[in-house]
């Protein structure tokens, strides 16, 4: 299988602690996205970061990038009870099919408050 | 950003019945995506819809179980066809930000099939 792996499965912290999502991919890539999906609806996109970039920040969000290891982490911090939700990490495809997306397995974090 | 809205939201629909589900974007875009998300699964791609041309299938993903329309570049169509209880999910249509490569959803179809 092409998908990608995230660590760990699910995350349950309290509300102003770090949450730290881990996400491994298996071919060489251009971009990485990471989504934030609430009680089964749609994804929301959050970030995206090229191979060339080793980190990125977007309000509480840092997501860094390490394409010798093929892995990527997402870092919320200062966690909300609204960030509960499942994350997950994209990767576009290789090749010819390099604007298909290939989604990890997803992380499912609970924040208590 | 594009703004993505489909239709239906959910369904609950009979076992052999076909379900279209439609997809509308707010810019032209020449490259539009099906998803399909299994409870409690991750996301796995259906097909990639062009404007203009047969849709893409991925493996696993034939033409006559899952047609798919596309008559401009704002706009497409999903069909279940056929159901079975194994086709309840979540299925999502997306669009690709040509110029950058961010992809962006649609809130997505929950469908039941009894």
């Known amino acids: 299988s092409q998908q990608g792996e995230e660590d760990p499965q699910a995350l349950s912290i309290q509300e102003g602690e770090n949450a730290t999502m881990n996400c491994s991919y298996k071919?060489?890539?251009?971009?990485l996205q990471w989504y934030r999906q609430n009680s089964g609806r749609g994804l929301v996109h959050l970030i995206l970061?090229?191979?060339?970039?080793r980190e990125k920040h977007s309000g509480r969000l840092r997501v860094t990038l390490d394409t010798s290891k093929k892995s990527s982490s997402l870092l919320i911090t200062a966690s909300r009870a609204a960030d509960t939700a499942s994350y997950f990490c994209?990767?576009?495809?290789?090749?010819?099919?390099?604007?298909?997306?290939?989604f990890g397995t997803g992380t499912r974090l609970q924040v208590f408050p | 950003s594009a703004v993505i809205s489909q239709k239906p939201s959910r369904d609950i629909c009979q076992r052999g019945t076909s379900l279209t589900i439609q997809c509308q974007v707010d810019?032209?875009?020449?490259?539009m995506f099906w998803y399909r998300q299994q409870p409690g699964q991750s996301l796995t791609l259906i097909a990639t819809a062009n404007q203009g041309s047969e849709a893409t299938y991925e493996s696993g993903f034939v033409i006559d179980k899952f047609p798919i329309s596309r008559p401009n570049l704002t706009f497409s169509t999903l069909t279940v066809s056929n159901m079975s209880p194994e086709d309840s999910s979540i299925y999502l249509c997306s669009v690709r930000h040509d110029r950058i490569g961010t992809q962006y959803f649609g809130p997505g179809t929950r469908l039941t099939v009894l």
């Open positions: 970061i090229r191979s060339n970039e």
């Open positions: 071919t060489s890539i251009n971009n």
């Open positions: 994209a990767t576009d495809g290789s090749g010819p099919d390099t604007d298909k997306l290939i």
């Open positions: 810019s032209q875009v020449t490259m």
